[in-house]
């Protein structure tokens, strides 16, 4: 059974940080990333990451993202830095065989999410 469990969110204030992971199980994943989707808007694209460490990024949060992995235990890892409001949102981990399905918002897989707040 393929699974992604997230962890690492919480309520930060502007311009806090806060680091989100994602622990994958069942299969290996060549891509992995995030996703977010704040309230009474589409769930949109954060960052994926290939298996060779190559990263890609949305540009809302370029330069102040880092997406990381750890291929020997499946995990995905988000570092979140200055975080503005508007990052508030629930996160969600996924996986897919490639970059170009996690950039089409058509993932194979997609974890439970998690919750972002950043307060003001």
């Known amino acids: 059974q393929v699974q992604l469990v997230e962890s690492g969110g919480g309520l930060v204030q502007a311009g806090g940080s806060l680091r989100l992971s994602c622990a994958g199980s069942g299969r290996t994943f060549y891509a992995m990333g995030w996703f977010r989707q704040a309230p009474g808007k589409e769930r949109e694209f954060v960052a994926a990451?290939?298996?060779?460490?190559?990263?890609h990024y949305a540009d809302s949060v370029k330069g102040r993202f880092a997406i990381s992995r750890d291929n020997a235990e499946n995990t995905v890892y988000l570092q979140m830095n200055s975080l503005k409001a508007e990052d508030t949102a629930v996160y969600y981990c996924?996986?897919?065989?490639?970059?170009?399905?996690?950039?089409?918002?058509?993932?194979?897989?997609w974890g439970q999410g998690t919750q972002v707040t950043v307060s003001l």
């Open positions: 996924a996986a897919d065989s490639s970059i170009g399905g996690l950039r089409r918002g058509a993932p194979d897989y």
């Open positions: 990451i290939s298996w060779s460490g190559a990263g």
